[in-house]
Antibody
């Protein structure tokens, strides 16, 4: 069973850069049937997709965040990471790592998410 | 960006009743619409994929219908444990989510 675990700071200052890592266990980040993604949820609000990456390095970004975000993958550590720059209070949220499904044989991005991390709360405050 | 609009935003229902939540897309997403349940302090849980496809381990009282721009999540014979927020999610274009429907059990 695929498991994902986020790690990173719980408190970051405004204007600084947030770095989060997701460690994948129970499977390989080089899996041909999985993409890897970050999704966030401000307190009491809905879900917002941030970015997605395939182990080969193909990336997709939310246009509203693209100028501040970088997603990357480290296959040697079975991890993928998020960097979010120029933080403001509006970036305060629970950040989830997740794994959208991909059908490698038909080259079709399925996109639904069966596997999520438990989430980590990041507060942006001085 | 494809915008998903859920209705209603809040429901208060008694056990054993039937619940219907709708999700409308700003443009056609085909069948690429999925439903999740999220309980407080937990990650979302996938209930229905591709509009109508049930998942192993999800109670049979949960079902989905629709295609194109209009989708419905139905919960038959509501149970107390179904109290949660429900989200729709489209993957036809870049991922977007509905704003959520909070379901309270009376």
């Amino acid at each position: 069973q695929l498991q994902l675990q986020e790690s990173g700071p719980g408190l970051v200052k405004p204007s600084e850069t947030l770095s989060l890592t997701c460690t994948v266990s129970g499977g390989s980040i080089r899996s041909s049937n999985n993409y890897w993604a970050w999704v966030r949820q401000p307190p009491g609000k809905g879900l917002q997709w941030i970015a997605t990456i395939y182990y080969s390095g193909t990336t997709y970004y939310n246009p509203s965040l693209e100028s501040r975000v970088t997603i990357s993958v480290d296959t040697s550590k079975n991890q993928f990471s998020l960097r979010l720059r120029s933080l403001t209070a509006a970036d305060t949220a629970v950040y989830y790592c997740a794994s959208p499904k991909y059908d490698f044989w038909s080259n079709y991005y399925l996109g639904y998410i069966e596997n999520w991390g438990q989430g980590t709360l990041v507060t942006v405050s001085s | 960006e494809i915008v998903l609009t859920q209705s209603p935003e809040f429901l208060s229902v008694t056990p054993n009743e039937k619940v219907t939540i709708t999700c409308r897309a700003s443009q056609s997403v085909g069948s690429s619409l999925h439903w999740y349940q999220q309980k407080p302090g937990q990650s979302p849980k996938l209930l229905i994929k591709y509009g109508t496809q049930s998942l192993s381990g999800v109670p049979s009282r949960f079902s989905g219908s629709g295609s194109g721009t209009d989708f419905t999540l139905t919960i038959n014979s509501l149970e107390v444990e179904d109290a949660a927020t429900y989200f729709c999610h489209q993957t036809s274009g870049l991922h977007t989510f509905g704003q959520g429907t909070r379901l309270e059990i009376k």
